[in-house]
């Protein structure tokens, strides 16, 4: 069946552009996750949704980012007025609702902010 | 807070020897431990992972971890890599109980295979 669907698979924006960047998870999967992943840091967690329960959002840098997921499907990571250091790739993952799933990674859209 | 700790920042070994790739954890209870692997350009797959039961679990293209609650560790191993199995490795832990939550991955480690 199809996997974690994330667009576009690049993107490259200015300074102090809006980004989005959208992820398709697989259907049935309750939960939702985003990660950041920068040269040498590892996976970053930053934002988490399961169900109709509030979002963690612990792990979301600053004000500038945001993320939104519609209908208990579809979600859409917001970065504001992006800055250099937003350069990274961000990975979607879904997972059914039980806490022992593993996660299913989509590959990912490689932001380079210039 | 749980943490992980993937010391071998880059690996490199002959095709046909062993690997093993070290993770060493820190959770105040018990944890649920995941390696997954990263191809260049690709998401991250998922090889193995322990929950409870056999603390020597079995994954896909023939990996194997074990957990050593002792050491806090949950180490990957081949006895004999392929050189396709190239690729950036990654070791996460999650809460052992309740409500699913956030992985926390390790920083992972770059295996290079020499032919």
């Known amino acids: 069946g199809a996997g974690v669907s994330q667009s576009p698979s690049n993107k490259v924006t200015e300074k102090g552009k809006d980004v989005e960047l959208r992820c398709d998870p697989i259907?049935?999967?309750?939960?939702l996750y985003w990660y950041r992943q920068s040269l040498g840091q590892g996976l970053e967690f930053l934002i988490y949704?399961?169900?109709?329960?509030?979002?963690?959002k612990s792990g979301l840098p600053s004000d500038r980012f945001s993320a939104e997921r519609t209908g208990g499907s579809v979600s859409t990571l917001t970065i504001q007025r992006t800055q250099q250091e937003d350069s990274a790739v961000y990975l979607c993952?879904?997972?059914?609702?039980?806490?022992?799933?593993?996660?299913?990674f989509g590959n990912g859209t490689r932001l380079t902010v210039t | 807070a749980q943490s992980v700790t993937q010391p071998d920042i880059h690996i490199t070994v002959s095709e046909g020897a062993s690997l093993e790739l070290r993770c060493n954890y820190s959770?105040?209870?018990?944890?649920?431990l995941f390696w997954y692997v990263q191809s260049p350009g690709q998401g991250l797959q998922l090889l193995l992972k322990?929950?409870?039961?056999?603390?020597l679990v079995q994954g896909i293209k023939g990996f194997e971890a074990e957990f050593k609650r002792s050491q806090s560790s949950f180490n990957l191993r081949k006895p004999s890599v392929h050189w396709s199995d190239a690729a950036e490795y990654f070791c996460?832990?999650?809460?052992?109980?309740?409500?699913?939550?956030?992985?926390?991955f390790g920083t992972g480690t770059r295996l290079q295979v020499t032919l």
């Open positions: 993952a879904s997972s059914p609702s039980s806490y022992n799933s593993p996660l299913h």
């Open positions: 996460a832990v999650g809460k052992g109980t309740g409500t699913a939550s956030k992985l926390t």
């Open positions: 322990y929950f409870s039961g056999d603390t």
């Open positions: 949704f399961q169900g109709n329960s509030a979002p963690d």
């Open positions: 959770y105040g209870a018990t944890p649920y």
């Open positions: 259907s049935g999967h309750t939960a």
